[in-house]
């Protein structure tokens, strides 16, 4: 089956800093990415949704200056959390989409960021 | 506004049958997943519902019913490793993911 990989699995960082994560189709091209973050007992928020070679969509309410998305190949995006906040801490996960297919996401492991 | 709703959480009995229902209002349907999700992981698709009734994959099964904006989960011969968040989510018209907020299933032995 389609596998999704998501680099680190946990990260800590200090205020003010910034963070990136890396999401990986290791076994397919995915065109469509998807960003969620997820908060404890909430459901899933999508913060945007990333075409290879274009810029993100972003869901409203969400900062594209802090939140940057780059989806530079048919198999990587990168989540890069700037100026990192407390607020910030929580469980981002990714996703892909595979070409034509709007049936199914195959979502990586998910990245548990805490900001101290 | 867009809504899913599904309860917060259930308890069930190890070998037993439960079921957990999920109702939808969305602009448009283009479908219906359930996913499970255990804590700290991120979730793993069970199943996908496009078209009225009952999609049966082992011990969980999955029932449509488009015209009720109406669907459900059941998980039969209950294990303690089912014990998890299940959540809920429709394709909209513009083919965007709405998803519930999950419920948290309690398994006791």
């Known amino acids: 089956g389609a596998v999704v990989s998501q680099h680190p699995s946990r990260v800590i960082c200090k205020s003010g800093t910034s963070v990136k994560i890396e999401c990986r189709s290791l076994?397919?091209?995915?065109?469509?990415m998807f960003w969620y973050r997820q908060f404890p007992k909430k459901s899933l928020m999508l913060m945007a949704t990333?075409?290879?070679?274009?810029?993100?969509?972003?869901e409203q309410g969400v900062e594209k200056d802090k939140f940057l998305i780059n989806h530079a190949s048919l198999t990587l995006s990168t989540l890069t959390v700037t100026s990192a906040h407390p607020e910030d801490s929580s469980f981002y996960i990714c996703s892909a989409g595979v070409a034509g297919g709007v049936y199914e996401q195959y979502f990586g492991p998910g990245t548990r960021l805490t900001v101290t | 506004g867009q809504n899913i709703d599904q309860p917060t959480e259930m308890t069930a009995t190890e070998g037993a049958i439960v079921q957990i229902n999920c109702t939808y209002q969305t602009s448009g349907f283009n479908g219906l997943f359930w996913y499970q999700q255990h804590a700290g992981e991120a979730p793993t698709f069970l199943s996908y519902?496009?078209l009225d009734g009952l999609e049966e994959k082992g011990r969980f099964s999955s029932f449509l019913s488009r015209s009720k904006g109406y669907s459900y989960l059941l998980l039969k011969e209950l294990q303690m490793k089912d014990s998890a968040s299940y959540l809920c989510a429709v394709t909209d018209s513009n083919y965007q993911l709405i998803w519930g907020a999950g419920t948290k299933l309690i398994i006791k032995p």
């Open positions: 519902n496009v």
């Open positions: 990333s075409n290879e070679g274009s810029k993100a969509t972003y």
């Open positions: 076994d397919f091209q995915a065109t469509t």
